[in-house]
């Protein structure tokens, strides 16, 4: 059995491409700081099942060391899984866009506005409402939002009169934000949200969101997929220092004008 107690001490390039590349109960905020830095996401197991299916799926894996155990050997590995895919998606914040349609949308009638940090918990508490399987443990929330308030964790809302409509939420390491979830109660907020949050990393200095798993919404705004040894390069060269975030409530329709216009 193969553990390592650091996450510094872990290289996810020589891990399989998919499935869980570590085990470790560590969600504190200094561990998964140091986790999204060494370019792995936390999937908490949502109950004991999942917990007990996690040991028996994988146990030989970890005993070949395969996968392997990060954290004090005195907690149990295998309450959390951590995740890096291979290849990783991820969205250049100079490519993000809104397709045609919800550009059209925006610039014709919906009155939307967006902000930055006005409601973190709020948005990480509706990216968990109805999900299954319950990643977003109580203990992970805790440890995000203490994230937040120590500036390395970020929301962009997004609203209508009023109501929070849609958001997306991650961490940021340098010039890399890691974007765990997003959101909607309009179709097209939670990607409006997505635009906005690369039109104000990009002010911050910012290069790339990660959007951690595949999927056609990712695809739709602009999302590439690169090999996981090219990510992983790229978080261990940049910055850990950043400009200051844009912090104004804007009008969503900025977002469907030309870049060079907003």
């Known amino acids: 059995m193969s553990r390592c ?5 872990l290289d996810v390039r020589e891990a399989a491409p998919d499935g869980p590349v570590a085990f470790g109960a560590d969600l504190s905020p200094a561990g998964l700081l140091a986790a999204y830095r060494a370019g792995v996401y936390p999937f908490p197991a949502s109950d004991e099942y999942t917990r007990a299916l996690n040991e028996v799926v994988f146990a030989d894996q970890v005993r070949e060391g395969r996968i392997r155990l990060v954290g004090e050997e005195s907690a149990d590995p295998y309450a959390v899984s951590w995740w890096s895919p291979d290849p990783r998606p991820v969205l250049p914040v100079s490519a993000t866009h809104l397709s045609r349609s919800l550009a059209r949308r925006l610039r ?7 902000s930055l940090d006005r409601r973190f918990e709020a948005v990480v508490r509706e990216c968990r409402a109805g999900r299954v399987p319950l990643w977003l443990t109580d203990e992970l929330i805790a440890s995000l939002v203490r994230l937040h308030d120590l500036g390395h964790a970020h929301s ?17 390491v340098g010039s890399v934000f890691s974007m765990d979830s997003m959101f909607f109660h309009r179709p097209g907020a939670s990607k409006v949200a997505v635009t906005d949050l690369a039109a104000r990393f990009a ?12 999927s056609p919404h990712v695809r739709d705004l602009g999302g590439i997929l690169v090999p996981r040894e090219q990510y992983v390069r790229h978080l261990r060269r940049t910055t850990r220092d950043s400009l200051p975030w844009p912090t104004a409530t804007l009008p969503a329709r900025r977002l469907a004008q030309p870049t060079g216009s907003r």
Do not use: K, M, Y
Not at 156 to 172: H, N, S
């Open 108 to 114: 014709n009638r919906l009155p939307w506005s967006t």
């Open 156 to 172: 962009v809302e997004v609203w209508e009169d009023g109501d929070l409509i849609g958001g997306v939420f991650g961490l940021q």
């Open 203 to 214: 002010q911050a200095g910012g290069e790339l969101l990660d959007a951690q798993r595949e």
């Open 5 to 9: 107690p650091r996450w510094e001490e």
